[in-house]
């Protein structure tokens, strides 16, 4: 039921940016959809990303990307096969480094903890894809640079996937597209437009369609891969996920990061779990915590405590003679919801580093996400055989040997990657075989943005009583070609 698989990242820096843009271009056009995931210099105040009202929270996160940047950015295209049996998907995944050509602050927290987690800043100062940031400036909206890169995406109209993604959000549209509108109600307007098939939120679907004990990346991700290994060991009728990957040969070889997914289940001995990193994959011990960070024990034990009160269940249900209401989905004993865990997480910035922060962006009520980074194992997850990629399996032998895997394991191109494989999971679990092709991949979360400490998500639809900026309406019109000027510095 088991086996271990080799996840191909393309790093790709100022040397290659244009050895690579045609095939970027193109992974891009020919996806099913889109994951992605960024790696940041800050965030500011953790506190004020928690307000109360989301509109104050939203000029805190664009305080944080005005004054911010991004270092990394990663993308996943997910293409699915239609000639291949069940779900399979032909991925292709992509790192970014990049280097702001505007001054920007950075963090300390940020820098120490992306360089535990193997983030080279020599290759970044050194080769970093120069962008800046707001309005585009002259010619060089037209240019093969970052900024055309985001008009290539939202011109390919596919559908968007983000984990806690309404920082990454906000991000990417200050850093790649215009200056960010005063209103977040301005903002959702241009967003609605800017990416039409909808935007997808792994974290709300992991926290309310699929329903997990704990929803930051890491865990969410090798649970999807648990259950459905168990599910094709099981041999159901059912559809599941495989993943095939291309074959790179040549040059190419040079840039390719394998990120090694090794199976860690059934481990046996003391599940001495650290309760804190457990529910929300942050701990504030970091590295020094003397209990285990281990998601593939946690989900085991998450697991065993679930089987067991089944039992329990199961036997109190047979004495009574009747049937009680279901505690499946109840959530093993020291977890609470994220509802219940908003002053908490505020009290946990410090330890949030800044790289997670597009998970710890929300950097609250689960710094979790944001703390998915901290687990050091997060490439390795438990792979099933759910991964039929041929073309993966035959890669890994042929790689060379002096390319291992840099240390640490948070890098916006893997985040990427385990986002649309949650993603992938969960639209396998709600497919209809009769939907049309414009139909909602996941209608149950289609433009819904996970909120920290929010009990409903923030809907990416345009209001009444909201416009769209003009920055936005002006570049509409240059993404599908109704204009070929470009907007002057300056008129947000």
Same mark, same amino acid.
Request: glycine residues 8%.
């Given at each position: 039921?088991?086996?271990s698989?080799?996840?191909?990242?393309i790093d790709?820096?100022?040397n290659n940016?244009?050895?690579?843009?045609?095939?970027?271009?193109?992974?891009?056009?020919?996806?099913s959809f889109?994951a992605i995931?960024t790696?940041?210099?800050?965030?500011?105040?953790?506190k004020a990303?928690l307000a109360?009202?989301?509109e $104050?929270?939203?000029?805190?996160?664009?305080?944080?990307?005005?004054?911010?940047?991004?270092l990394?950015l990663?993308f996943a295209c997910?293409k699915?096969?239609d000639?291949?049996a !069940? @779900?399979?998907y032909l991925?292709?995944?992509?790192?970014?480094?990049?280097?702001?050509s +505007?001054?920007?602050?950075?963090e300390p927290?940020?820098v120490?903890?992306l360089?535990?987690?193997?983030? !080279?800043?020599?290759?970044?100062?050194?080769?970093?894809?120069?962008?800046?940031k707001?309005?585009?400036k002259?010619g060089?909206a037209?240019?093969? %640079?970052?900024?055309s890169l985001?008009?290539?995406?939202?011109r390919?109209n596919k559908p968007?996937?983000?984990?806690n993604?309404l920082?990454d959000?906000?991000?990417?549209?200050?850093?790649?597209?215009?200056h960010?509108?005063?209103?977040?109600?301005? #903002?959702i307007a !241009?967003l609605?437009?800017?990416f039409p @098939?909808?935007?997808y $939120?792994?974290k709300?679907?992991?926290?309310?369609?699929?329903r997990?004990?704990?929803?930051?990346?890491?865990y969410?991700?090798?649970k999807c891969?648990l259950d459905n @290994?168990k599910?094709?060991a099981?041999?159901?009728?059912?559809?599941h996920v495989f993943?095939?990957?291309c074959?790179?040969?040549? @040059?190419m070889q040079s840039?390719?990061?394998?990120?090694?997914?090794? $199976?860690n289940q059934n481990q046996d001995?003391?599940?001495?779990?650290?309760v804190?990193?457990?529910?929300y994959?942050w701990?504030?011990?970091?590295?020094?915590?003397s209990?285990?960070?281990?998601?593939?024990?946690?989900i085991?034990?998450d697991?065993k405590i679930r089987e067991d009160k089944?039992k329990?269940?199961?036997?109190k %249900?047979?004495?009574?003679?009747s049937?009680?209401?279901?505690?499946?989905?109840?959530s093993?004993?020291?977890?609470r919801?994220?509802?219940?865990?908003? +002053?908490?997480?505020?009290?946990?910035?410090?330890?949030?580093?800044a790289?997670?922060?597009?998970?710890e962006?929300?950097?609250?009520?689960e710094?979790?996400?944001?703390?998915?980074?901290?687990?050091?194992?997060?490439?390795?997850?438990?792979n099933g055989?759910?991964?039929s990629q041929?073309?993966?399996?035959?890669?890994?032998?042929v790689?060379?040997? +002096?390319?291992k895997?840099?240390g640490?394991?948070?890098?916006?191109?893997?985040?990427?990657?385990?986002t649309?494989?949650i993603f992938?999971?969960?639209?396998?679990?709600?497919? %209809?075989t009769e939907?049309?092709?414009?139909?909602p991949?996941?209608?149950?979360?289609? %433009?819904?943005?996970?909120?920290?400490g929010?009990?409903?998500?923030?809907?990416?639809a345009?209001s009444t #009583?909201?416009?769209?900026?003009?920055?936005?309406?002006?570049?509409?019109?240059?993404?599908?070609?109704?204009?070929t000027?470009?907007?002057?510095?300056g008129?947000?």
């Open positions: 039921m088991s086996s698989m080799i996840v191909p990242v790709v820096q100022g940016f244009k050895e690579l843009w045609a095939a970027m271009v193109i992974a891009i056009k020919t996806s889109i995931d790696e940041l210099s800050g965030l500011g105040s953790r990303l109360e009202y989301i $104050d929270r939203y000029k805190a996160i664009c305080h944080a990307a005005r004054t911010r940047s991004i990394s990663g997910y699915k096969l000639n291949k !069940d @779900s399979t991925v292709q995944v992509y790192n970014l480094t990049l280097l702001c +505007e001054e920007y602050i950075i927290q940020s120490q903890f360089v535990q987690h193997g983030f !080279d800043f020599n290759k970044q100062y050194a080769q970093g894809i120069s962008y800046y707001g309005n585009d002259g060089d037209h240019g093969v %640079n970052m900024r985001f008009v290539e995406l939202l390919a968007l996937v983000v984990h993604g920082i959000m906000v991000f990417l549209y200050q850093c790649f597209y215009a960010l509108p005063d209103r977040l109600g301005t #903002f !241009d609605s437009q800017m @098939s909808g935007i $939120d792994t709300y679907a992991t926290e309310y369609e699929l997990f004990t704990a929803s930051y990346l890491e969410a991700y090798k891969k @290994s599910a094709i099981g041999g159901g009728n059912g559809s993943l095939e990957f074959k790179y040969t040549g @040059s840039y390719i990061d394998y990120r090694p997914c090794l $199976d001995g003391t599940l001495n779990i650290c804190q990193f457990s529910a994959g701990c504030p011990n970091g590295s020094q915590c209990m285990s960070h281990d998601t593939d024990l946690i085991q034990h697991e089944r329990k269940r199961k036997r %249900n047979k004495k009574k003679g049937q009680g209401p279901s505690e499946a989905c109840s093993p004993q020291g977890k919801s994220h509802f219940e865990e908003t +002053e908490l997480d505020q009290a946990v910035p410090i330890s949030e580093p790289l997670p922060e597009q998970q962006k929300t950097a609250s009520s710094p979790t996400d944001a703390t998915h980074a901290f687990e050091p194992g997060k490439a390795a997850s438990k055989n759910e991964e041929p073309e993966a399996s035959s890669e890994a032998p790689r060379p040997k +002096e390319k895997a840099e640490g394991t948070h890098r916006a191109g893997f985040d990427a990657f385990m649309g494989y992938a999971y969960a639209r396998n679990l709600t497919e %209809n939907e049309s092709s414009t139909a991949l996941i209608p149950a979360c289609l %433009n819904k943005l996970f909120l920290s929010k009990s409903v998500p923030l809907h990416v345009k #009583f909201s416009k769209s900026s003009k920055a936005h309406v002006h570049k509409m019109d240059y993404v599908w070609g109704k204009s000027a470009v907007k002057p510095e008129t947000a």
